[in-house]
């Protein structure tokens, strides 16, 4: 097994949703190999592209004395004593630790088997092993597919967004907890995997071969006028980089949007990288881990004049969030879009007796401004629907670049 990240900061998509082709971010750290990490290391943080369990309904958060929220959290040595009592009792570690995790009201801690949690190291180059399908649970309580990777085995097939999944394998879908579909969908490159799915009423099943699949994390266009877009799908590893050599890359005096639509976040160090690119130095974000404050800088040297325009939606989430509260409260970006999703939490994994990992709730981040993301998201600047970059690029305009 990977060493474990120190701190997570750990995303839930509204509409429960995950990516089945395990598509998840984990920092490889040097753990140790028993017992519970301790290493207070906010460089190996990391923001988790995806969910394998659900939070429980309604804001589990409780309010500080300063009148900051506070997520609630599990006992860590209560979810360890859990899990060992069971596999001394030959049964499932992992059940019992969640059963805990779950009547703490900590919204964001979950449990993985090891596994589940080594899968997560693929994501870090941007990497995993999967059928390509992004799925969430409809109102309905169905798990159907939200998205397909271009060119995957899903997309190959002609499985499309809108397909409801029935089964993997013979295993019918229906009443299963997000976390036992992603591992019925797991396995090795080039094994195959049956999925029966219905689409307009009508049934059809497919058999797909698992790859190793991979996303471009940052991509760059241009818009009439010389304004650059960049879009950042994920924190992955050199993604902050990539940003950075965008921005050097621009047109000189041309106006930049920074795409953090659908952002799910990342690894913490790259989302501070990202900002890097637009700060000279300075706060970042700061945290709390059990009522002790950390905080994080940007990296001197970034473009400060360059007119800059962030385009958000419920989508952005986490690391993607740090990034824009840090540039909206220094007012560095005009953001654009909707409400964000309003995860600043902070989660510490735990290695149970079992090899099996809970990540639970230690703390909170919150932005230059003091403010707590956490449950309440980033409001834009601008509101805008349909034609957010069409509204961004006014403001560019009226910022004198653009057309």
Same mark, same amino acid.
């Given at each position: ?23 998840? &971010? ?14 207070? #290391? ?21 309010? $500080? ?5 506070? *997520?609630?959290? *599990? ?13 001394? !009792? ?8 969640? %059963?805990? =995790?779950?009547? $703490? ?17 693929? #994501? ?15 109102? /309905?309580?169905?798990?159907?597919? #939200? ?6 085995? *899903? ?48 049934? @059809?099943?497919?058999? &797909?071969?698992? %790859? ?30 990539? =940003? ?13 949007? @920074? /795409? ?52 958000? /939606? ?57 403010? $707590? ?16 970059? !069409? ?13």
């Amino acid at each position: 097994m990977p060493g474990l990240p120190a701190f997570c900061l750990r995303p839930r998509d509204k509409r429960r949703g995950a990516v089945l082709t395990l598509a998840f &971010l984990a920092a490889v750290g040097t753990g140790a190999s028993t017992g519970c990490w301790n290493r207070e #290391d906010p460089g190996a943080w990391t923001a988790r592209a995806g969910a394998l369990a659900e939070p429980p309904p309604g804001d589990a958060r409780t309010e $500080s004395g300063g009148g900051q929220p506070r *997520a609630a959290t *599990a006992d860590r040595e209560a979810v360890a004593r859990a899990a060992a009592e069971a596999v001394a !009792e030959g049964k499932s570690g992992k059940k019992a630790a969640q %059963e805990v =995790v779950s009547r $703490s009201g900590d919204r964001w801690g979950t449990v993985y088997d090891r596994g589940e949690y080594a899968a997560f190291a693929e #994501d870090l180059d941007g990497r995993w092993t999967g059928v390509g399908l992004w799925a969430g649970r409809g109102g /309905d309580g169905r798990i159907g597919i #939200d998205k397909v990777q271009p060119g995957g085995p *899903a997309a190959r097939a002609g499985l499309r967004a809108g397909d409801r999944l029935l089964s993997v394998d013979g295993h019918a879908v229906t009443g299963l907890a997000v976390a036992d579909v992603v591992a019925l969908l797991r396995g090795a490159a080039g094994t195959p995997v049956v999925l029966n799915l219905s689409r307009d009423g009508a049934d @059809l099943t497919q058999t &797909l071969h698992r %790859e190793q699949l991979r996303t471009e994390p940052v991509t760059v266009r241009r818009l009439p006028g010389g304004i650059t877009v960049i879009k950042v799908a994920s924190f992955t590893r050199g993604s902050g980089e990539r =940003v950075r050599a965008a921005v050097r890359a621009a047109p000189a005096g041309a106006g930049v949007m @920074l /795409d953090l639509r659908g952002n799910r976040g990342g690894l913490v160090t790259e989302a501070v990288a990202a900002a890097s690119a637009f700060l000279d130095g300075g706060l970042v974000a700061t945290y709390d881990v059990r009522g002790a404050e950390r905080a994080l800088y940007a990296d001197p040297g970034g473009d400060t004049d360059r007119p800059l325009v962030a385009l958000v /939606d419920g989508g952005t989430m986490s690391a993607a969030e740090l990034v824009t509260g840090a540039l909206q409260d220094r007012g560095r970006a005009v953001t654009v879009g909707s409400r964000t999703f309003g995860k600043g939490s902070v989660q510490m994994p735990t290695e149970l007796a079992d090899g099996s990992v809970a990540e639970l709730t230690v703390g909170t981040y919150r932005t230059p401004g003091g403010r $707590s993301l956490d449950g309440s998201g980033i409001t834009p600047d601008l509101a805008a629907g349909e034609g957010v970059e !069409e509204r961004a690029a006014q403001v560019l305009g009226g910022l004198g670049v653009g057309p």
